[in-house]
């Protein structure tokens, strides 16, 4: 298993792709699906789309998403 499919798999809520830039890969990107986020939540930091350089760092982006979402 790559570590995509394995941070996949952990966040099964958010589609996770990779940007280009210029010619070659950029940040990688998560967005929530199914699952529309309320007014309250934004205000707890709980965010739609979140990113980062690698994907190690998004997974930490995303269990810190993960904390937020639970503390509501």
């Known amino acids: 298993m790559t570590e995509l ?5 952990r966040f099964p809520g958010w589609a996770i792709w ?5 010619d070659g890969p950029g940040d990688w990107y998560a967005t929530r699906r199914g699952h529309r986020i309320t007014q309250a939540e934004v205000m707890a930091g709980v965010c739609m789309t979140v990113a980062a350089a690698t994907l190690d760092e998004l997974g930490r982006v995303l269990d810190e ?4 979402s639970m503390a509501r």
Do not use: F, I, K, P
């Open 5 to 9: 499919e394995e941070l996949a798999a």
């Open 18 to 22: 990779q940007s280009r830039a210029g």
């Open 65 to 68: 998403q993960a904390d937020r």
